[in-house]
Each structure stands twice: as C-alpha cells, then as structure tokens.
C-alpha cells in the first residue's frame, strides 16, 4: 500500500454472503509523515551519515483491524476482462509513536564522542546531529494512541483466473486519534514547533494478490 503520507501493507479475508458482497476483516499496518517532514543531511558529516529530520520527536505507525464490506458493481462477463468493487472498512486504529533517536557528536578536550541519545529540541543544535540512529533504537519507549479509521475505495480486479485475484486498490482513509482522557494533549507530538494533529487524511493505492477457495 503506498498513501500520500507513507506507505504500508494490507491483508484481507472475505467471504462471500450473496453473488456479489463480501463481507469480512482486514488489517493493515502503515507509517504516517507528518506533512513538514524533510529529510537533511548531516552538517557534521555530509557523506558518511544517515539523513534525519530536524524537529521531528517521534514516528507515527499505525496498525489498522477493521471489519467491512466488498460490494461489486460490475462483474467481469468473460476471461480477461475487469470487475470493478467498492470496499468499505472501518475499525480500531492503534497508533504508535515511535521516539526518535540520533546519533550526536560532541567533543571533550579535543576529542570527539559519538553517543545515541532520544532527541530533545532543547538540548540538541543542528550543528551537534551526526545522524538518525537504527530504527530499533528506543523502540521500548514507544507510547500507544487509541483510534479509529474509516477507509473507502474503488477495487479494479484484472486477473484472468476466476481463482485468483490480482487488483488495484484506490480510495481514501482517515485516522482519528481522540483525547480519551489518558493524554495532555489530544494532538500526536509528532514536530517539534509545527501544528500536529489527531485526524489524518490519506489518499492510497493498493495492488493486492489473492485466491478465492470454495
């Protein structure tokens, strides 16, 4: 699944209830940038670091368990021709915010020491960031956010088989993080000195593989 904030993958299983309705679950797990992420090169180090971006305080992921609905509009007449179905899903989103951690490079008497550190805007300068630190780093700090999403589109099946699916996927989806009372504040602290939000727009395509069993 690729969508205008991140990209992610999909799995569904669907059953049929008549000739052209299925109906079943689904998840997905996604990431979701915030609009004003920009990835820079390292100032210490232009070559040899990984890029990073600057402000950003912690990575969105999303891991998506819905329940909904395959309805088909047009049925392929022959082999070799497309059936067209509109998907609707909707369900729990469980959002997790991943801190981020760089790798700063300070100096001590004329020696320079590279230490994996979380990043605090208050203390880290642009100047000090040698670059962003393996993904896994800090990843026991990553703090849950209880959603939901709602997710619609169009499904456009080309396989030949009429036990295969081989499909495109296109539509909308939005998350929505609300303020449960667990939290200070309702808006994901994804930017640091940038408006973040709690609702979040995509627009996606998907390719999906399949099979059909009697």
Known sequence: MFHTKGY???????????????????????????????????QVYFNASRGFVYGKLNGLYSLRVGYGRDKILIDKTDQGSISISWATFGGASFGFLKPVYLEILTETQGIQILSTERYDPQVHDYAQIYGQAPFFQGIENTALRLGVY???????????????ITSLEIGAVVDYFPQLGLYSDEKLPIM????????????????NFGKKWN
């Open 192 to 207: 640091y000195q940038a408006e973040n939000y709690n609702l979040w727009l995509q627009f996606y395509v998907t390719i």
């Open 150 to 164: 709602l997710k619609s589109g169009f499904v456009f099946d080309y396989n030949w088989s009429d036990e295969k």
């Open 8 to 42: 992610g993958v999909n799995f569904r299983y669907l059953k049929f209830k008549d000739g052209f309705s299925k109906f079943g679950f689904e998840y997905d797990l996604v990431s979701i940038r915030h609009p004003k992420e920009v990835k820079f090169p390292s």
